[in-house]
């Protein structure tokens, strides 16, 4: 019932915190492609993977005061407080909620930028539906021209972190 919200509030906890929806859009997507079991479904959008249930679950933990939105001109910055912190652990303790988050994954893409996740993202989403490795990476830069300077290190991000071996 709550899988949703311990996911997120499993990933809020363990960063001190994340700049841009689109960027929280892309690492729960990277995460969930890299075999972290989280219940979303992406589609294809303008800015690439999306979901939909995400930005409603992130909606959810802020109206419910286990997030921070903290609103920086035209961007969100996301913080999980003490209360999302408490309700976390009574999952944890009396749900018996657990997840098997790839922290390593986590923390290096809290330090790459939203575009460069955009494009790794858009590369790991072309691989998942199908396209041979060449085709995906000819495919991202069709979608998104104006990334091109991160194609090469998109790729080689997702096969040392991501691609499931």
Do not use: W
Request: proline letters at 2%.
């Amino acid at each position: 019932m709550f899988k949703a919200a311990y996911s997120l509030l499993c990933i809020f906890d363990n960063v001190d915190s994340v700049y841009g929806r689109k960027k929280v859009q892309k690492m729960v997507h990277l995460l969930e492609t890299s075999g972290t079991e989280l219940p979303f479904k992406y589609e294809y959008h303008y800015y690439g993977p999306y979901s939909a249930e995400v930005q409603e679950e992130i909606g959810f933990l802020v109206q419910q005061g286990f997030l921070d939105e903290i609103k920086h001109d035209e961007a969100y910055e996301y913080v999980i407080t003490d209360r999302g912190r408490n309700f976390k652990t009574t999952l944890e303790d009396d749900g018996g909620y657990s997840i098997d988050l790839n922290e390593r994954l986590l923390n290096s893409m809290t330090k790459e930028s939203s575009q460069f996740l955009e494009m790794v993202s858009t590369y790991a989403f072309l691989i998942d539906s199908g396209y041979e490795a060449g085709s995906a990476r000819e495919k991202a830069l069709e979608l998104k021209p104006h990334l091109e300077r991160f194609v090469d290190k998109a790729v080689n991000y997702y096969n040392e972190k991501i691609k499931k071996h």
